[in-house]
């Protein structure tokens, strides 16, 4: 009786010795999923900062072209004008 009590004392032990480790297992899993997801998030706002960038660099290239446009046309205009007799 006594050996038959040691004996699944000795299993229970090793199964909690597996559990354990895939407890541990699991762990490292989940920080590995962390680190992976915050790198993520700081690769999404840094994106996220380029593109309002690239916008922002867009807005103005288009204000100044249509500021040349602009200056083209009066330019024509001007000119038209004084080579009228």
């Known amino acids: 009786m006594?050996?038959?009590i040691v004996d699944s004392v000795v299993q229970l032990s090793?199964?909690?010795g597996?559990?354990?480790e895939?407890?541990?297992q699991m762990a490292a899993g989940n920080r590995l999923l962390l680190s992976s997801i915050r790198k993520i998030?700081?690769?999404s706002k840094e994106n996220a900062?380029?593109?309002e960038s690239v916008s922002t660099a867009t807005e103005e290239q288009s204000a100044a072209m249509q500021e040349i446009?602009?200056?083209s046309q009066n330019l024509l205009i001007w000119?038209?004008?004084c080579k009228k007799p």
């Open 2 to 4: 006594f050996k038959k």
């Open 14 to 16: 090793e199964q909690i």
């Open 18 to 20: 597996e559990i354990s």
């Open 22 to 24: 895939s407890i541990n």
């Open 41 to 43: 998030d700081i690769v």
């Open 49 to 51: 900062a380029e593109a």
């Open 69 to 71: 446009a602009s200056a």
């Open 79 to 81: 000119l038209v004008t």
